[in-house]
């Protein structure tokens, strides 16, 4: 079975998306005027990024695995070899913090989580989902995600636009039920909970798998979605700028909008209206999807993973005071780790795929 085109705006928008998430972890908000909100709301992108995995695989898969031609196990080495050389690489450049895990966790915690996080599994147990690289949770979920995926796949192709999406709506109001709970028992006792706020139940809305798993489905069945509109569609490119300028405003209400919601859930059929929009031929995708944009935005994921290694290592070494360029920071270090990660994808991420795949026969 052919292999289903590249969508190249997609990649594009995925360097923005990290980018965001960047700027979310270490940067003011307001240094950047009408975008502000934008960036005060970068944990958005990670919701963004986990329906357009769901999207990506059912995209690329689904047909294959209708058909009976998808093999579990090849799937599931597959993903490992996508996704375990730069999550292994995050591991090793954590020795930066490792000392100050050690004294930040109980004992217990902390070889808990030294043990689960190789194996991808430190998200199931919320107070060390964060351990050692913060980005890192998502890949617990990723990996669960991808476990579930072979059997997801062989859901039956829906034959009309209108009953699929009420079932997507569906998935959506599903999707918005934790966060709804959390809003209504408010758990943790906290007021007005926002990007800053800790608790044990809002750690566990934010950072473990199954609250999230809306968003994956949803993507999948996004991709079911995207097959019965042409790529030419004038209706897509309506659906991308409607998808920008709606979650521009939304984001634009700050507080208003509960955070709780917002972490997750809310935005999922704004980010399904993007992804329809930049999957199809018109000149939004055009835009997103030009060499420069695409030939970064393949590095997204080493940006995400990486960029809280990277920040420690660039300033645990003072390499830029020693270099007397440290007036330049932060927008120095923004460039250089969009730089270091564009050498890990080149000369660490894809080196040991084409390794792996040699070994596992994947």
Same mark, same amino acid.
């Not at 999406?165 to 028992?185: N, S």
């Given at each position: 079975?052919?292999?289903?085109?590249?969508?190249?705006?997609?990649?594009?928008?995925?360097?923005?998306?990290?980018?965001?998430?960047?700027?979310?972890?270490?940067?003011?908000?307001?240094?950047?005027?009408?975008?502000?909100?934008?960036? +005060?709301?970068?944990?958005?992108?990670?919701?963004?990024?986990?329906?357009?995995?769901?999207?990506?695989?059912?995209?690329?898969?689904?047909?294959?695995?209708?058909?009976?031609?998808?093999?579990?196990?090849?799937?599931?080495k597959s993903r490992l070899i996508r996704i375990y050389p730069i999550y292994f690489?995050?591991?090793?450049?954590?020795?930066?913090?490792?000392?100050?895990?050690?004294?930040?966790?109980?004992?217990?915690?902390?070889?808990?989580?030294?043990?689960?996080?190789?194996?991808?599994?430190?998200?199931?147990?919320? !107070?060390?989902?964060?351990? $050692?690289?913060?980005?890192?949770?998502?890949? !617990?979920?990723?990996?669960?995600?991808y476990f579930i995926f072979p059997w997801m796949a062989k859901w039956k192709e829906?034959?009309?636009?209108?009953?699929?999406?009420?079932?997507?709506?569906?998935?959506?109001?599903?999707?918005?039920?934790?966060?709804? $709970?959390?809003?209504?028992? +408010?758990?943790?006792?906290?007021?007005?909970?926002?990007?800053?706020?800790?608790?044990?139940?809002?750690?566990?809305?934010?950072?473990?798998?199954?609250? &999230?798993?809306?968003?994956?489905?949803?993507?999948?069945?996004?991709?079911?979605?995207?097959?019965?509109?042409?790529?030419?569609?004038?209706?897509?490119?309506? $659906?991308?700028?409607?998808?920008?300028?709606?979650?521009?405003?939304?984001?634009?209400?700050?507080?208003?909008?509960?955070?709780?919601?917002?972490?997750?859930?809310?935005?999922?059929? #704004?980010?399904?209206?993007?992804?329809?929009?930049?999957?199809?031929? +018109?000149?939004?995708?055009?835009?997103?999807?030009?060499?420069?944009?695409?030939?970064?935005?393949?590095?997204?994921?080493?940006?995400?993973?990486?960029?809280?290694?990277?920040? +420690?290592?660039?300033?645990?070494? &003072?390499?830029?005071?020693?270099?007397?360029?440290?007036?330049?920071?932060?927008?120095?270090?923004?460039?250089?780790?969009?730089?270091?990660?564009?050498?890990? #994808?080149?000369?660490?991420?894809?080196?040991?795929?084409?390794?792996?795949?040699?070994?596992?026969?994947?």
């Open positions: 079975m052919r292999r289903p085109a590249r969508l190249h705006a997609l990649t594009g928008l995925r360097f923005f998306a990290a980018i965001n998430i960047l700027l979310f972890h270490f940067s003011n908000p307001q240094w950047f005027g009408f975008l502000a909100p934008v960036i +005060n709301a970068g944990y958005a992108p990670v919701s963004y990024f986990i329906m357009l995995s769901g999207f990506v695989l059912a995209y690329n898969h689904a047909p294959k695995a209708r058909a009976g031609q998808l093999n579990k196990v090849r799937f599931w690489l995050s591991l090793l450049l954590s020795w930066q913090v490792l000392s100050e895990a050690y004294k930040a966790y109980t004992h217990q915690m902390f070889w808990l989580g030294m043990v689960l996080t190789p194996l991808l599994l430190q998200g199931w147990v919320p !107070s060390i989902a964060t351990f $050692l690289n913060t980005p890192a949770w998502t890949m !617990s979920a990723e990996a669960f995600f829906p034959e009309r636009m209108a009953p699929h999406i009420a079932k997507m709506a569906g998935v959506w109001a599903l999707g918005m039920i934790p966060g709804t $709970l959390y809003i209504a028992f +408010n758990p943790d006792g906290i007021a007005h909970p926002d990007r800053w706020s800790y608790g044990p139940w809002l750690q566990a809305l934010k950072f473990t798998p199954l609250p &999230h798993l809306a968003s994956f489905v949803f993507g999948v069945m996004l991709a079911s979605l995207d097959q019965m509109i042409e790529r030419a569609h004038r209706l897509r490119f309506l $659906l991308g700028v409607f998808g920008f300028g709606a979650i521009f405003s939304l984001l634009s209400l700050g507080s208003a909008i509960p955070f709780a919601l917002a972490h997750d859930g809310l935005l999922m059929p #704004l980010f399904g209206c993007i992804v329809l929009g930049l999957a199809g031929e +018109n000149p939004l995708s055009r835009l997103l999807g030009a060499r420069p944009l695409v030939f970064v935005g393949e590095a997204s994921y080493c940006l995400y993973l990486l960029h809280f290694n990277f920040w +420690n290592l660039i300033h645990g070494s &003072h390499v830029l005071n020693r270099l007397g360029l440290a007036r330049f920071d932060p927008w120095l270090s923004y460039v250089l780790l969009v730089a270091l990660s564009v050498l890990a #994808l080149h000369f660490v991420e894809k080196p040991a795929q084409r390794q792996l795949r040699k070994w596992m026969g994947a």
